[in-house]
T-cell receptor, first 110, second 112 residues
Framework: GENVEQHPSTLSVQEGDSAVIKCTYS??????FPWYKQELGKGPQLIID?????GEKKDQRIAVTLNKTAKHFSLHITETQPEDSAVYFC?????????FGTGTRLQVFP | DTAVSQTPKYLVTQMGNDKSIKCEQN?????MYWYKQDSKKFLKIMFS???????INETVPNRFSPKSPDKAHLNLHINSLELGDSAVYFC???????????FGQGTRLTVV
């Protein structure tokens, strides 16, 4: 079955800096890769996703890249703000089932 | 106007008790899920229902019994609760063929 690894587990950055979170997956059949943001006491919220027929996708300060050959995908957050502080999860799916990475706790210091 | 709503938000109960968590979505989705998030924040799928039919059961103990009375509702009943069942349980929903899943706010279950 699918296995998703996520790094780093914690990430601290200064406000205004960029943050990068990386994931790898094992199942070459996976074709959908979402990223979720989970704030304290809340459910995961979908922030951006990418499908396997696309190499990069951008939405304002957030971008995701996908390397199908290497089975890597990454989340890039530019100009980080304190409200970006949360736990971020990557996931991979080849069907309706999402397999999540282990999460990255991002702290943005003012 | 909550999209995926779960009740209760918090649940504290003693070992051995039976409890239920309810989930409802008003997004018009036909697929619903239960995920478990443990103390290390690891999110793992437990069950998936499509149009009221069970399609995924990730080797969850049979003390856990999901029930879907209609495609907008998916409830989770847990028998003989154990300390290890303490976790946050998330309900989610999506539309068949469109993998974006939307999550509820979670139910924090504490077994004492």
């Amino acid at each position: 079955g699918e296995n998703v690894e996520q790094h780093p587990s914690t990430l601290s950055v200064q406000e205004g800096d960029s943050a990068v979170i990386k994931c790898t997956y094992s199942d070459s059949a996976s074709n959908y890769f979402p990223w979720y943001k989970q704030e304290l006491g809340k459910g995961p919220q979908l922030i951006i996703d990418i499908r396997s027929n696309v190499g990069e996708k951008k939405d304002q300060r957030i971008a995701v890249t996908l390397n199908k050959t290497a089975k890597h995908f990454s989340l890039h957050i530019t100009e980080t703000q304190p409200e970006d502080s949360a736990v971020y999860f990557c996931a991979a799916s080849s069907s309706d089932k999402l397999i999540f990475g282990t999460g990255t706790r991002l702290q943005v210091f003012p | 106007d909550t999209a995926v709503s779960q009740t209760p938000k918090y649940l504290v109960t003693q070992m051995g008790n039976d409890k239920s968590i309810k989930c409802e979505q008003n997004l018009g989705h036909d697929t619903m899920y239960w995920y478990k998030q443990d103390s290390k924040k690891f999110l793992k799928i437990m069950f998936s229902y499509n149009n009221k039919e069970l399609i995924i059961n990730e080797t969850v103990p049979n003390r856990f019994s999901p029930k879907s009375p209609d495609k907008a509702h998916l409830n989770l009943h847990i028998n003989s609760l154990e300390l290890g069942d303490s976790a946050v349980y998330f309900c989610a929903s999506s539309l068949s063929g469109i993998p974006e899943a939307f999550f509820g706010q979670g139910t924090r279950l504490t077994v004492v």
